[in-house]
């Protein structure tokens, strides 16, 4: 969804895209397919460059495209590792990912971390925060957000967000440090979002929601923790991928240990205080519309270091 909010920005700056979604990461035949489907369609459009959104198979397959230059963005799962599947298959879609980097003519990663993993010059990379849709993430009355939920009003929610890798997301962290946080406020609840919520209504969420615990095992630049942010819900978050710096001088808001009884004293310590954030003020320059206008000067930067060259 955030892929296709940044897409629609561009365009809304005049940028012509063809949209080019795979339909199979896994199946060697499909992907077979796509690869011909790729090369017809940019054959037939014939862009200034294509723009990978993601590391692994999806990049890999824009390298065998001949004749036209490749800028690859890497967002977290791409080079960082999955535990949630197997070795080889890890370790082939890092690789991958870092053969895509060397191939590219440009490397666009979402955190500093990320771009401490790649191979590849330096020179040609940069750090660039997905946008944060500030029209549709922001603050409103969490009354009103717990009404249209039909949720409790006197209830302290804490609100975690698995999706649909539960390990991966740190849900059984999240639920050990949940029962000690019970324990000294009987009126807290964590509510899980499992991947089931529409996209649309997850701005109700957040603002309905006291916190949000986050406890990642493995993050580029979560965007979960930037809309909270831009719907000035407190966070309270291990320290994975940029969540420290996201979270420098918001309040209240805590970087916590991944050890449970410290998880849950954090927990604790924002749901005592019961305010809300100053988030959304920090996560302004890196609206929807303010990325989208980088990306717009980064591709201009790029064309004319193609045509300086050619």
């Not at 890497?74 to 870092?98: A, E, K, T, Y």
Request: proline fraction near 5%.
């Amino acid at each position: 969804m955030f892929i296709r909010r940044q897409l629609r920005s561009l365009e809304r700056l005049g940028v012509q895209i063809k949209w080019f979604f795979l339909r199979s990461r896994t199946s060697p035949i499909e992907l077979w397919r796509e690869w011909r489907e790729l090369r017809k369609v940019v054959g037939e459009y014939r862009p200034d460059f294509i723009h990978a959104g993601y590391g692994t198979v999806t990049s890999g397959l824009a390298t065998l495209v001949p004749g036209v230059s490749l800028v690859v963005t890497f967002r977290g799962s791409d080079l960082n590792p999955q535990l949630s599947i197997g070795w080889v298959r890890r370790w082939l879609g890092f690789l991958i990912s870092q053969w895509s980097a060397f191939c590219a003519k440009h490397v666009i990663c979402v955190s500093e971390q990320l771009r401490s993993r790649l191979w590849c010059s330096k020179s040609k990379v940069t750090v660039l925060l997905d946008g944060i849709d500030l029209d549709v993430f922001y603050p409103t009355s969490q009354i009103k957000a717990r009404e249209a939920l039909g949720w409790n009003q006197s209830e302290k929610i804490v609100l975690f967000c698995a999706g649909n890798q539960p390990f991966t997301k740190g849900q059984p962290a999240v639920e050990s440090a949940f029962k000690l946080v019970s324990e000294k406020i009987r009126s807290a609840r964590l509510v899980i979002l499992d991947g089931t919520v529409p996209p649309d209504e997850i701005p109700v969420y957040l603002n309905a929601a006291d916190c949000l615990a986050f406890a990642s095992l493995s993050e580029g630049s979560p965007n979960i923790v930037k809309e909270a942010l831009a719907c000035n819900l407190p966070v309270v978050s291990v320290d994975v991928g940029d969540v420290r710096e996201r979270l420098n001088g918001v309040n209240p808001s805590l970087v916590v240990s991944r050890d449970v009884a410290d998880f849950a004293s954090g927990i604790v310590s924002v749901l005592q205080d019961g305010r809300r954030s100053n988030g959304r003020q920090t996560v302004m320059p890196h609206s929807l519309q303010a990325i989208a206008i980088r990306l717009c000067t980064l591709y201009e930067d790029i064309l004319h270091d193609s045509l300086s060259a050619a």
